[in-house]
């Protein structure tokens, strides 16, 4: 993985550092929620439920779309795909360097 990719998603992993963050966007992960029905489920206010989606968004890994008077937010695929790529290829490397080290200590035994 390269440093530039790591730049492309770290917007998203300090999106989703902060623990209340990351439970908002559990919740639209599951399905597509007004903030109203988000905020229920919260010991936070609605407005600060707003300002976590909105750094969600400004990540990219929440849209918005308007349905009548409110506003509906749900996870954005192509986003967490980019998340998961990353780390796909990280642990990749991880395995692979793993499978170096222990077929050099077979050589050395």
């Given at each position: 993985m390269t440093y530039a990719n790591l730049q492309?998603?770290?917007?998203?992993?300090?999106?989703?550092?902060?623990?209340?963050?990351?439970?908002?966007?559990?919740?639209?992960?599951k399905g597509p929620h007004p903030v109203t029905r988000i905020?229920?489920?919260l010991s936070v206010s609605r407005p600060a439920?707003?300002?976590h989606l909105k750094v969600l968004?400004?990540?990219?890994?929440?849209t918005r779309r308007p349905s009548?008077?409110?506003?509906?937010?749900?996870?954005?695929?192509?986003s967490i795909a980019?998340?998961?790529?990353?780390?796909?290829?990280l642990w990749s490397e991880v395995l692979s360097r793993f499978e170096a080290?222990?077929?050099k200590d077979g050589k050395d035994a």
């Open positions: 492309s998603v770290q917007p998203k992993f300090t999106a989703l550092a902060d623990p209340t963050r990351r439970t908002v966007f559990e919740i639209v992960a905020a229920a489920q439920v707003s300002q968004m400004d990540a990219g890994l929440v009548g008077r409110n506003n509906i937010y749900q996870a954005e695929p192509a980019d998340l998961r790529q990353y780390l796909d290829t080290e222990m077929m």
